[in-house]
Protein backbone atom coordinates (compact mmCIF):
# COMPACT_ATOMS: atom_id res chain seq x y z
CA UNK A 1 0.00 0.00 0.00
CA UNK A 2 1.53 3.02 -1.10
CA UNK A 3 0.08 6.69 0.63
CA UNK A 4 -1.92 7.27 -2.68
CA UNK A 5 -3.75 4.05 -1.37
CA UNK A 6 -4.27 5.34 2.40
CA UNK A 7 -4.49 8.56 4.25
CA UNK A 8 -6.76 11.28 3.90
CA UNK A 9 -8.43 13.19 0.70
CA UNK A 10 -7.44 16.52 0.48
CA UNK A 11 -7.80 18.88 -2.30
CA UNK A 12 -9.31 15.70 -4.23
CA UNK A 13 -6.52 13.70 -4.25
CA UNK A 14 -5.19 11.21 -1.84
CA UNK A 15 -2.85 12.97 0.50
CA UNK A 16 -0.51 10.98 3.43
CA UNK A 17 -1.61 11.57 6.88
CA UNK A 18 2.19 12.58 7.34
CA UNK A 19 4.23 14.06 4.47
CA UNK A 20 8.05 14.65 6.31
CA UNK A 21 10.73 16.52 5.27
CA UNK A 22 14.50 15.64 5.58
CA UNK A 23 15.50 11.91 6.06
CA UNK A 24 18.49 12.77 8.68
CA UNK A 25 17.84 10.61 12.10
CA UNK A 26 14.87 13.47 12.74
CA UNK A 27 12.97 12.91 9.99
CA UNK A 28 13.86 8.91 9.86
CA UNK A 29 12.62 8.06 13.37
CA UNK A 30 9.56 10.32 12.81
CA UNK A 31 9.11 8.00 9.67
CA UNK A 32 9.11 4.63 11.06
CA UNK A 33 7.76 5.75 14.15
CA UNK A 34 4.38 7.10 12.35
CA UNK A 35 4.29 4.00 9.98
CA UNK A 36 4.53 1.57 12.97
CA UNK A 37 1.06 3.64 14.36
CA UNK A 38 -0.54 2.86 11.08
CA UNK A 39 -0.33 6.45 9.69
CA UNK A 40 0.47 6.62 5.74
CA UNK A 41 3.63 8.76 5.32
CA UNK A 42 5.28 10.11 2.33
CA UNK A 43 9.11 11.09 3.37
CA UNK A 44 10.51 13.69 0.76
CA UNK A 45 14.44 14.32 0.75
CA UNK A 46 16.04 16.40 -2.22
CA UNK A 47 19.52 14.58 -1.25
CA UNK A 48 20.45 11.49 0.22
CA UNK A 49 19.31 9.85 3.33
CA UNK A 50 21.79 10.50 6.30
CA UNK A 51 23.70 13.06 4.12
CA UNK A 52 23.09 16.03 6.30
CA UNK A 53 24.16 16.43 9.89
CA UNK A 54 23.62 12.82 10.95
CA UNK A 55 26.19 11.71 8.08
CA UNK A 56 28.83 11.83 10.64
CA UNK A 57 30.48 9.04 12.83
CA UNK A 58 30.45 10.51 16.44
CA UNK A 59 26.94 8.67 18.01
CA UNK A 60 27.94 10.29 21.61
CA UNK A 61 24.65 9.66 23.41
CA UNK A 62 25.85 11.54 26.66
CA UNK A 63 23.47 13.09 29.25
CA UNK A 64 23.13 16.59 30.76
CA UNK A 65 24.76 16.90 34.02
CA UNK A 66 22.28 16.08 36.55
CA UNK A 67 21.64 19.18 38.92
CA UNK A 68 19.16 22.06 38.19
CA UNK A 69 16.65 19.58 36.81
CA UNK A 70 14.17 20.39 34.43
CA UNK A 71 11.93 19.41 31.95
CA UNK A 72 14.39 19.35 29.05
CA UNK A 73 17.23 17.42 30.87
CA UNK A 74 14.37 14.77 32.13
CA UNK A 75 12.97 14.61 28.39
CA UNK A 76 16.47 13.55 27.44
CA UNK A 77 16.83 11.22 30.57
CA UNK A 78 14.02 9.17 29.68
CA UNK A 79 14.94 9.18 25.60
CA UNK A 80 18.27 7.79 26.85
CA UNK A 81 17.06 5.40 28.95
CA UNK A 82 14.59 4.51 26.60
CA UNK A 83 16.81 4.06 23.24
CA UNK A 84 18.40 1.01 24.14
CA UNK A 85 14.99 -1.13 23.78
CA UNK A 86 14.22 1.05 20.64
CA UNK A 87 17.62 0.11 19.26
CA UNK A 88 16.92 -3.80 20.41
CA UNK A 89 13.42 -4.03 18.00
CA UNK A 90 14.87 -1.98 15.32
CA UNK A 91 17.78 -4.73 15.53
CA UNK A 92 15.47 -7.68 15.58
CA UNK A 93 13.13 -6.06 12.88
CA UNK A 94 15.73 -5.48 10.27
CA UNK A 95 18.99 -6.90 11.43
CA UNK A 96 20.97 -4.24 11.27
CA UNK A 97 23.45 -3.74 13.94
CA UNK A 98 23.54 -0.38 15.16
CA UNK A 99 26.42 -0.17 16.93
CA UNK A 100 24.69 0.54 20.54
CA UNK A 101 26.45 0.08 24.01
CA UNK A 102 25.74 1.54 27.51
CA UNK A 103 29.90 2.04 28.15
CA UNK A 104 29.46 5.26 30.13
CA UNK A 105 31.51 8.40 30.23
CA UNK A 106 34.74 9.30 31.58
CA UNK A 107 34.83 13.30 32.80
CA UNK A 108 38.97 14.22 33.76
CA UNK A 109 38.52 16.96 36.19
CA UNK A 110 40.73 19.85 36.08
CA UNK A 111 40.69 21.92 38.99
CA UNK A 112 39.79 21.24 42.60
CA UNK A 113 36.46 23.76 41.95
CA UNK A 114 35.44 21.39 39.49
CA UNK A 115 36.01 18.73 42.13
CA UNK A 116 33.77 20.14 44.61
CA UNK A 117 31.21 20.54 42.14
CA UNK A 118 31.79 17.02 40.75
CA UNK A 119 31.04 15.71 44.55
CA UNK A 120 27.86 17.51 44.82
CA UNK A 121 26.29 16.44 41.52
CA UNK A 122 26.51 12.18 43.37
CA UNK A 123 23.47 13.35 45.07
CA UNK A 124 21.50 14.98 42.26
CA UNK A 125 22.36 12.34 40.30
CA UNK A 126 20.97 9.86 42.38
CA UNK A 127 17.59 11.82 43.02
CA UNK A 128 17.48 12.31 39.34
CA UNK A 129 18.49 9.07 37.33
CA UNK A 130 17.73 6.64 40.02
CA UNK A 131 19.45 3.50 41.35
CA UNK A 132 19.90 2.28 38.08
CA UNK A 133 23.31 4.13 36.78
CA UNK A 134 25.68 5.28 38.66
CA UNK A 135 27.50 8.81 38.99
CA UNK A 136 30.60 8.48 41.00
CA UNK A 137 34.04 10.48 41.64
CA UNK A 138 37.14 8.51 41.79
CA UNK A 139 41.03 9.45 42.54
CA UNK A 140 42.38 8.10 39.44
CA UNK A 141 40.70 6.97 35.46
CA UNK A 142 39.19 3.39 36.11
CA UNK A 143 41.19 2.47 33.26
CA UNK A 144 44.98 3.07 33.40
CA UNK A 145 45.74 5.60 30.72
CA UNK A 146 41.61 6.44 29.59
CA UNK A 147 42.42 9.10 30.18
CA UNK A 148 46.27 10.19 30.76
CA UNK A 149 46.51 10.92 34.46
CA UNK A 150 48.51 14.62 33.85
CA UNK A 151 45.09 15.19 32.11
CA UNK A 152 43.04 14.44 35.25
CA UNK A 153 45.12 16.25 38.04
CA UNK A 154 41.67 16.19 40.44
CA UNK A 155 40.48 12.85 39.28
CA UNK A 156 37.91 11.64 37.04
CA UNK A 157 33.75 11.86 36.80
CA UNK A 158 32.83 8.55 35.72
CA UNK A 159 28.90 7.85 35.14
CA UNK A 160 27.45 4.56 33.54
CA UNK A 161 24.07 6.59 31.75
CA UNK A 162 25.73 7.28 28.68
CA UNK A 163 26.63 5.38 25.63
CA UNK A 164 27.04 5.15 22.11
CA UNK A 165 25.95 4.17 18.50
CA UNK A 166 27.00 4.07 15.05
CA UNK A 167 25.20 6.82 13.45
CA UNK A 168 25.61 5.45 10.06
CA UNK A 169 24.56 1.61 11.66
CA UNK A 170 21.19 3.54 13.01
CA UNK A 171 20.68 5.42 9.78
CA UNK A 172 20.59 2.32 7.86
CA UNK A 173 18.62 0.35 9.65
CA UNK A 174 15.70 3.01 9.95
CA UNK A 175 15.91 2.88 6.25
CA UNK A 176 15.54 -0.90 6.26
CA UNK A 177 12.77 -0.34 8.73
CA UNK A 178 10.94 2.05 6.45
CA UNK A 179 11.69 0.32 2.97
CA UNK A 180 9.73 -3.16 5.14
CA UNK A 181 6.79 -1.09 5.41
CA UNK A 182 3.87 -0.49 2.90
CA UNK A 183 2.41 2.55 4.29
CA UNK A 184 5.59 4.38 3.81
CA UNK A 185 6.63 5.88 0.60
CA UNK A 186 10.26 7.50 0.58
CA UNK A 187 10.77 10.05 -2.55
CA UNK A 188 14.23 10.91 -3.07
CA UNK A 189 15.63 13.95 -4.83
CA UNK A 190 12.95 16.46 -4.31
CA UNK A 191 12.66 18.85 -0.88
CA UNK A 192 9.72 20.77 0.63
CA UNK A 193 10.44 24.23 -1.18
CA UNK A 194 7.12 26.31 -0.06
CA UNK A 195 3.76 25.45 2.16
CA UNK A 196 0.22 26.68 2.54
CA UNK A 197 -0.68 25.64 5.29
CA UNK A 198 -4.34 26.57 5.26
CA UNK A 199 -4.98 24.30 2.11
CA UNK A 200 -3.00 21.88 3.59
CA UNK A 201 -0.32 21.78 0.74
CA UNK A 202 3.16 21.68 -0.45
CA UNK A 203 5.21 22.65 -3.28
CA UNK A 204 8.21 20.36 -3.93
CA UNK A 205 11.48 21.45 -5.54
CA UNK A 206 10.83 19.36 -8.38
CA UNK A 207 7.43 21.56 -8.97
CA UNK A 208 5.03 18.86 -7.90
CA UNK A 209 2.28 19.92 -5.42
CA UNK A 210 1.37 17.41 -2.72
CA UNK A 211 -1.66 17.28 0.14
CA UNK A 212 -0.70 16.51 3.36
CA UNK A 213 -3.08 15.82 6.49
CA UNK A 214 -0.47 17.22 8.48
CA UNK A 215 3.38 17.79 7.35
CA UNK A 216 6.64 17.50 9.47
CA UNK A 217 9.21 19.97 9.21
CA UNK A 218 12.60 17.43 10.02
CA UNK A 219 14.88 19.37 7.59
CA UNK A 220 17.33 19.96 9.69
CA UNK A 221 19.22 23.67 9.62
CA UNK A 222 17.03 24.29 6.53
CA UNK A 223 13.62 23.45 8.82
CA UNK A 224 14.05 26.98 10.55
CA UNK A 225 13.05 29.38 7.53
CA UNK A 226 10.33 27.06 6.43
CA UNK A 227 8.98 26.82 10.38
CA UNK A 228 9.47 30.34 10.80
CA UNK A 229 7.46 31.35 7.00
CA UNK A 230 4.68 29.17 8.80
CA UNK A 231 4.17 30.94 11.94
CA UNK A 232 4.47 34.56 10.08
CA UNK A 233 8.13 35.22 11.05
CA UNK A 234 11.25 36.67 9.89
CA UNK A 235 13.26 34.10 7.76
CA UNK A 236 16.13 33.65 10.01
CA UNK A 237 14.71 34.35 13.29
CA UNK A 238 14.03 30.80 15.05
CA UNK A 239 17.59 29.33 14.17
CA UNK A 240 20.92 28.42 12.45
CA UNK A 241 23.31 25.78 11.90
CA UNK A 242 27.08 25.56 14.11
CA UNK A 243 29.23 23.43 12.12
CA UNK A 244 31.37 20.71 13.94
CA UNK A 245 34.24 18.64 12.33
CA UNK A 246 34.98 15.40 13.52
CA UNK A 247 37.88 12.54 12.93
CA UNK A 248 37.96 8.74 12.68
CA UNK A 249 41.41 6.89 13.73
CA UNK A 250 42.53 3.39 13.33
CA UNK A 251 43.04 2.69 16.57
CA UNK A 252 42.19 -0.86 17.46
CA UNK A 253 41.06 0.06 21.12
CA UNK A 254 38.59 -2.32 23.31
CA UNK A 255 35.45 -1.62 22.40
CA UNK A 256 33.88 -1.35 26.11
CA UNK A 257 36.01 2.08 27.04
CA UNK A 258 33.99 4.35 28.00
CA UNK A 259 33.37 7.59 25.96
CA UNK A 260 35.96 10.92 27.14
CA UNK A 261 34.74 14.28 27.65
CA UNK A 262 36.51 16.77 28.30
CA UNK A 263 36.31 20.78 27.42
CA UNK A 264 34.72 20.10 23.89
CA UNK A 265 36.69 17.16 22.71
CA UNK A 266 34.94 13.98 22.70
CA UNK A 267 36.74 10.38 22.51
CA UNK A 268 34.22 7.37 21.63
CA UNK A 269 35.61 4.06 20.67
CA UNK A 270 32.89 2.33 17.72
CA UNK A 271 32.39 -1.55 18.18
CA UNK A 272 35.27 -2.42 15.35
CA UNK A 273 38.12 -0.50 17.55
CA UNK A 274 37.64 2.91 15.25
CA UNK A 275 37.77 5.87 17.79
CA UNK A 276 35.91 9.07 16.92
CA UNK A 277 37.58 12.08 17.90
CA UNK A 278 35.24 15.91 17.49
CA UNK A 279 34.00 18.07 17.66
CA UNK A 280 34.63 21.89 16.59
CA UNK A 281 31.90 24.62 17.47
CA UNK A 282 32.12 26.98 14.76
CA UNK A 283 29.26 29.75 14.12
CA UNK A 284 30.76 31.08 11.52
CA UNK A 285 32.23 29.37 8.42
CA UNK A 286 32.29 29.61 4.43
CA UNK A 287 32.79 26.01 3.70
CA UNK A 288 29.75 23.66 5.71
CA UNK A 289 31.33 20.30 4.47
CA UNK A 290 35.41 21.36 4.71
CA UNK A 291 37.76 19.96 7.54
CA UNK A 292 40.73 22.35 8.49
CA UNK A 293 43.41 23.30 11.31
CA UNK A 294 40.24 23.42 13.75
CA UNK A 295 40.30 19.98 13.64
CA UNK A 296 43.98 19.43 13.92
CA UNK A 297 43.65 20.92 16.99
CA UNK A 298 40.83 18.85 18.54
CA UNK A 299 42.62 15.89 16.74
CA UNK A 300 45.84 16.64 19.03
CA UNK A 301 44.22 17.55 22.52
CA UNK A 302 42.36 14.11 22.04
CA UNK A 303 45.39 11.95 21.48
CA UNK A 304 46.99 14.22 24.29
CA UNK A 305 44.08 13.28 26.66
CA UNK A 306 43.82 9.26 25.45
CA UNK A 307 47.70 8.30 24.93
CA UNK A 308 45.92 5.32 23.47
CA UNK A 309 45.37 6.77 20.28
CA UNK A 310 48.51 8.30 20.30
CA UNK A 311 49.93 7.30 17.40
CA UNK A 312 46.37 6.17 15.45
CA UNK A 313 46.30 6.79 11.68
CA UNK A 314 43.63 9.00 10.94
CA UNK A 315 41.19 7.19 8.39
CA UNK A 316 38.16 9.95 8.06
CA UNK A 317 37.54 13.75 8.22
CA UNK A 318 34.04 15.14 8.16
CA UNK A 319 32.16 18.14 8.56
CA UNK A 320 28.03 19.17 9.23
CA UNK A 321 26.14 21.84 10.30
CA UNK A 322 24.53 20.83 13.29
CA UNK A 323 20.85 22.56 13.32
CA UNK A 324 20.48 24.97 16.67
CA UNK A 325 17.78 26.76 17.48
CA UNK A 326 16.92 30.58 18.76
CA UNK A 327 15.97 29.47 22.28
CA UNK A 328 19.28 26.33 22.75
CA UNK A 329 16.41 23.25 23.57
CA UNK A 330 15.01 21.71 20.73
CA UNK A 331 12.40 23.09 18.61
CA UNK A 332 8.94 20.43 18.67
CA UNK A 333 5.26 20.42 18.29
CA UNK A 334 3.08 22.91 15.86
CA UNK A 335 3.58 25.98 14.58
CA UNK A 336 1.44 28.84 16.11
CA UNK A 337 -1.33 29.71 13.48
CA UNK A 338 -0.22 26.47 11.33
CA UNK A 339 -1.46 23.75 13.64
CA UNK A 340 -0.82 20.79 11.21
CA UNK A 341 2.47 21.76 10.91
CA UNK A 342 5.12 20.51 13.17
CA UNK A 343 8.67 20.88 13.90
CA UNK A 344 11.28 18.77 14.25
CA UNK A 345 14.44 20.55 14.74
CA UNK A 346 17.45 21.92 16.97
CA UNK A 347 18.59 19.26 17.99
CA UNK A 348 21.78 20.49 18.02
CA UNK A 349 24.17 18.31 19.72
CA UNK A 350 21.74 15.73 21.69
CA UNK A 351 19.62 14.65 17.95
CA UNK A 352 21.17 10.82 18.20
CA UNK A 353 19.71 10.26 22.06
CA UNK A 354 16.12 12.35 21.66
CA UNK A 355 14.93 11.84 18.62
CA UNK A 356 12.85 8.54 18.75
CA UNK A 357 11.50 10.65 21.79
CA UNK A 358 10.53 13.74 19.97
CA UNK A 359 8.94 11.84 17.37
CA UNK A 360 6.91 9.64 19.92
CA UNK A 361 5.46 13.14 20.61
CA UNK A 362 5.06 14.24 17.31
CA UNK A 363 2.68 10.75 16.45
CA UNK A 364 0.94 10.78 19.39
CA UNK A 365 -0.09 14.16 18.76
CA UNK A 366 -1.35 13.55 15.45
CA UNK A 367 -2.72 10.04 16.13
CA UNK A 368 -4.57 12.22 19.59
CA UNK A 369 -2.86 9.15 21.75
CA UNK A 370 -1.20 9.02 24.83
CA UNK A 371 2.55 10.46 24.26
CA UNK A 372 5.27 11.65 26.36
CA UNK A 373 5.10 15.49 27.30
CA UNK A 374 6.70 18.07 25.53
CA UNK A 375 8.54 20.51 27.49
CA UNK A 376 7.53 24.21 27.36
CA UNK A 377 11.04 25.19 26.02
CA UNK A 378 10.59 22.93 23.04
CA UNK A 379 7.15 24.63 21.82
CA UNK A 380 7.92 26.93 18.56
CA UNK A 381 5.74 29.82 20.63
CA UNK A 382 8.75 29.81 23.37
CA UNK A 383 11.28 30.11 20.75
CA UNK A 384 9.48 32.43 18.58
CA UNK A 385 9.36 34.50 22.03
CA UNK A 386 12.99 34.14 22.63
CA UNK A 387 13.44 35.17 19.18
CA UNK A 388 11.06 38.54 19.85
CA UNK A 389 13.03 39.42 23.35
CA UNK A 390 16.35 39.27 21.28
CA UNK A 391 15.18 41.30 18.49
CA UNK A 392 13.77 43.71 21.20
CA UNK A 393 17.09 43.62 23.05
CA UNK A 394 18.73 44.28 19.52
C1 LIG B 1 30.81 17.02 14.01
C2 LIG B 1 29.47 16.66 14.60
C3 LIG B 1 29.42 15.77 15.64
C4 LIG B 1 28.18 15.43 16.22
N1 LIG B 1 28.16 14.51 17.22
C5 LIG B 1 26.97 14.15 17.75
C6 LIG B 1 26.91 13.16 18.75
O1 LIG B 1 27.94 12.61 19.12
N2 LIG B 1 25.70 12.83 19.26
C7 LIG B 1 24.54 13.43 18.83
O2 LIG B 1 23.46 13.11 19.34
N3 LIG B 1 24.58 14.38 17.89
C8 LIG B 1 25.75 14.76 17.34
N4 LIG B 1 25.81 15.72 16.39
C9 LIG B 1 24.56 16.43 16.06
C10 LIG B 1 23.69 15.60 15.15
O3 LIG B 1 24.47 15.03 14.13
C11 LIG B 1 22.60 16.48 14.56
O4 LIG B 1 21.91 17.17 15.60
C12 LIG B 1 21.58 15.64 13.81
O5 LIG B 1 22.22 14.88 12.81
C13 LIG B 1 20.49 16.49 13.20
O6 LIG B 1 19.61 15.61 12.55
P1 LIG B 1 18.44 16.15 11.67
O7 LIG B 1 17.72 14.98 11.15
O8 LIG B 1 17.68 17.16 12.45
O9 LIG B 1 19.15 16.96 10.49
P2 LIG B 1 19.99 16.41 9.25
O10 LIG B 1 20.72 15.17 9.57
O11 LIG B 1 20.79 17.55 8.75
O12 LIG B 1 18.88 15.99 8.21
C14 LIG B 1 18.12 16.93 7.50
C15 LIG B 1 17.80 16.38 6.13
O13 LIG B 1 16.85 17.25 5.52
C16 LIG B 1 17.17 17.35 4.15
N5 LIG B 1 16.56 18.59 3.66
C17 LIG B 1 17.08 19.84 3.62
N6 LIG B 1 16.18 20.69 3.12
C18 LIG B 1 15.06 19.99 2.85
C19 LIG B 1 13.80 20.33 2.36
N7 LIG B 1 13.49 21.59 2.02
N8 LIG B 1 12.86 19.36 2.23
C20 LIG B 1 13.14 18.09 2.59
N9 LIG B 1 14.33 17.71 3.07
C21 LIG B 1 15.29 18.65 3.20
C22 LIG B 1 18.68 17.34 4.12
O14 LIG B 1 19.15 16.97 2.84
C23 LIG B 1 19.01 16.33 5.21
O15 LIG B 1 19.14 15.03 4.69
C24 LIG B 1 27.00 16.04 15.75
C25 LIG B 1 27.05 16.93 14.68
C26 LIG B 1 28.28 17.24 14.10
C27 LIG B 1 28.31 18.18 12.92
Redesign the pocket.
Known amino acids: MGVADSGVVRNGQAAPDLLV???????LWLTVKAARAGLSVLL????N??????G?F????MPHSPERWNGKKEFQFQALVELEDEIARLESETGTFCGYRRVGRILPLTTERGRAAALDQIADARTNWGDRFRYEVHHAPVRSGWPDMLRAPHGVVHETLSARLSPPGLIMALLASLAAMPNVDLRLGA???DIAPDEHKARL?DGSTVSYGHLAL?????AFP?IARAAGLPAGSLGGGV????ALLDARASPDLPLVYDDGV?VIVHENGHVAV??TSERAFDDPVGTDGHLDEIVKRARKLCPVIKHAPEIRR??????RAIGRDPMLGPVPGAPDVLAM?G???????IAHRMADCLVAGIAGTAGPEIPQSFSVSHHAAKAAAKTANG
Open positions: AGAGVAGVEPGPGGGASGLGALGVASANGVDLKGQAYGSWAGVRPAGFKISFG
